[in-house]
């Protein structure tokens, strides 16, 4: 009987270990896509806005690879993984105690760049560079209430 509870012991053990593990992956994938949107946005508005350039392709290449990771983003966060339950995670628990306001700004940080990414096809770039700024000055409005620094 002793060896019979040790043995569901180990087992509900090591379910939970396993479960850890599949949610503390699933948050690096998201500091990950999250860290190379950064990058990858930066690179977006020193292009067009500080640089002011007209390769519009070029810009389309970013703009291309910021919304197709942005869409893996909302996916990201259907399992409650704030820091209190994965301490390298970055995001606070607001995320989904306030989640209709979350996902109001994900879904207009994901209208952004799907604009920007429309001009840049049109090759509009002094509208897509106007944009961007938009976009940038409004980063903290999700930032601030809904992710730790790191």
């Not at 040790?6 to 948050?27: N, S, Y």
């Not at 946005?41 to 392709?57: E, G, I």
Request: contains cysteine; hydrophobic residues 45%; glycine residues 2%.
């Amino acid at each position: 009987m002793l060896l019979l509870a040790a043995v569901l012991l180990w087992g509900f053990t090591q379910a939970r270990a396993d479960e850890r593990a599949v949610l503390a992956a699933e948050v690096q994938q998201r500091i990950d896509a999250f860290d190379e949107i950064d990058q990858l946005f930066r690179a977006l508005r020193f292009k067009v806005v500080n640089q002011r350039s007209q390769d519009h392709q070029g810009a389309l290449v970013y703009a291309d690879q910021l919304v197709n990771l942005a869409y893996q983003l909302p996916g990201l966060f259907e399992a409650e993984t704030p820091r209190q339950v994965i301490p390298f995670s970055r995001a606070r628990p607001e995320i989904w105690s306030r989640k209709a306001r979350y996902d109001f700004l994900m879904d207009e940080f994901l209208d952004n760049l799907e604009e920007i990414q429309a001009l840049l096809r049109q090759a509009r770039l002094t509208d897509a560079g106007h944009r961007i700024d938009r976009t940038a000055q409004s980063c903290r409005r999700c930032h601030d209430p809904f992710r730790y620094r790191r």
